[in-house]
């Protein structure tokens, strides 16, 4: 049997109203298309798989099934690595977003060659957004992981009490 869930905090959105304009700014500049959708939101479903938070990953899901998106390719986010239904850009971006959210033993997250790696599949313009997406979702990792919305499947619905 299912149990209820109910968010942790209220909407931080009614406590802090300014908090729609930061939103909606990460959203202006991750959506300037250097970057293609898809590639941002597979960026921010491994984010939410790492951190292991149920909201991202069904909110993330949900809008690559949208995309039209097949389940091999979403399923196999998880495991990239080995995965055949990725793009060498697609990849270099799951790795950069690894990078980031996991420690590295080596020190430094985003190595020279890891850097060198995402730089050839795209362009300055396409990097600064794709490092702008990846701290959007590091962003709404917090409220995620913090306040426990409710899991949605889009952001239309709420997730919030």
Do not use: C
């Not at 209220?10 to 304009?21: H, S, W």
């Not at 298309?33 to 790492?50: D, F």
């Not at 190595?111 to 997406?133: C, G, M, N, P, R």
């Amino acid at each position: 049997m299912d149990k209820p869930i109910t968010p942790r905090m209220p909407n931080p959105e009614n406590l802090v109203p300014e908090l729609a304009d930061v939103s909606a700014s990460l959203f202006r500049a991750t959506g300037n298309r250097s970057v293609p959708r898809t590639t941002i939101s597979l960026v921010h479903l491994r984010a939410g798989q790492i951190v292991g938070n149920t909201y991202l990953t069904v909110l993330h899901s949900s809008s690559l099934r949208k995309a039209g998106e097949s389940e091999e390719r979403i399923t196999a986010v998880a495991s990239w690595q080995d995965a055949p239904y990725f793009t060498e850009a697609e990849r270099a971006a799951l790795a950069l977003v690894e990078a980031v959210l996991q420690p590295s033993p080596r020190g430094e997250r985003v190595s020279d060659e890891l850097y060198a790696q995402v730089s050839e599949h795209f362009d300055d313009k396409a990097l600064a957004t794709l490092t702008i997406a990846i701290g959007q979702v590091n962003f709404f990792i917090a409220l995620a992981v913090i306040g426990k919305p409710v899991p949605v499947d889009s952001l239309a619905r709420t997730q919030w009490t």
